[in-house]
């Protein structure tokens, strides 16, 4: 019984442990995303113009641009996964 009882607890502390890598993982991703995304910014800050190429159909020219950044935006979780093989929607 005393055996049973080690098993489990230490069948609980490895799914704790296994539980607070994944959250400590999500957290160190969350705390550098706006270092990410400044580095990815920071060419652009001295950019003066912009040209915008669009195929024939859809939006053409500055009003694509908001759809542009909302497709930016809308890939990260996926791409914060492949990276770290942590879903952080959930």
Same mark, same amino acid.
């Given at each position: 019984a005393r055996a049973r009882a080690e098993a489990a +607890?230490?069948?609980?502390?490895?799914?704790?442990? @296994? +539980?607070?890598? =994944?959250?400590?993982? /999500? =957290?160190?991703?969350? +705390?550098?995303? $706006? +270092?990410?995304?400044?580095?990815?910014?920071q060419p652009l800050l001295g950019t003066r113009r912009v040209t915008l190429v669009a195929g024939a159909s859809g939006d053409v020219g500055v009003s694509r641009l908001p @759809? =542009? /950044?909302?497709? /930016?935006?809308?890939?990260? $979780?996926?791409?914060?996964e492949a990276l770290t093989g942590v879903s952080v929607t959930q």
């Open positions: +607890q230490a069948a609980a502390k490895a799914e704790a442990f @296994g +539980q607070y890598r =994944e959250a400590a993982m /999500v =957290e160190m991703v969350l +705390q550098r995303l $706006p +270092q990410a995304a400044e580095a990815v910014a @759809g =542009e /950044v909302l497709d /930016v935006v809308t890939r990260l $979780p996926s791409a914060i």
